[in-house]
């Protein structure tokens, strides 16, 4: 004798309205995530870093040799870095917002293939003795990396980008004695401008 079988097919147990509750989180927090900005960009870490900039332009001018003019300039690229990343971590904390979050992820891999390459470059033309080169490589290059990382950040970044890209080409077409007021207006004067309007509008 043949099984007797349902006409209808046994209903699926149903969903409970805790894990339903529990992927529709997960979905909205991936999707901020995603769709974040990195918000952490330090407005008076950048002041700062333009007025160490402007100091380190004035001692450079009057080096002595290309290497102690590199030298001066290596040493302002380094502690840039430290202060942006320190005051850049001291915004985070206070937003309540990790620094190594999604968005920063994006913000430092857009930015750093270019100073990747102006590291490498600054080896290459010291080295073949086209110093006269390295001040309009480091400010186009900056404006590359400011540009591209500024695609996941705060508005007003990318439009700093394009104005080192300007300063950039006018130092390329510039007579090499402009180099160190080039520097001092763009690593200098761009960073204390932009970081008043970011302390201003963005906190910080």
Known sequence: MAAVRPIRPPSPEPIGLH??????LRFIRSTM???ASFTA?????????????VFAAFAAHFS???KAWLGI?????GLALAIGL??????????????LSRAFRRFALALMPAVFVGALFTFVFFRAGLS??????????YGVGVSSGGAFSVRVIPLMGICFLGIGTITALAPPAWADYMLAMGFGGLHILFGFVIARKFGG
């Open 86 to 99: 320190a005051f850049a971590y001291r915004k985070a904390m206070r937003d309540g917002a990790p620094l």
């Open 19 to 24: 894990t339903q509750a529990m992927d529709n």
């Open 64 to 66: 002595r040799s290309p």
């Open 73 to 77: 300039w290596g040493f302002e690229g």
């Open 41 to 53: 960009v330090p407005g008076v870490g950048g002041m700062l870093m333009g007025s160490t900039a």
């Open 33 to 35: 995530e995603n769709s």
């Open 132 to 141: 006269n080169l390295i001040p309009a490589m480091w400010l186009l290059l």
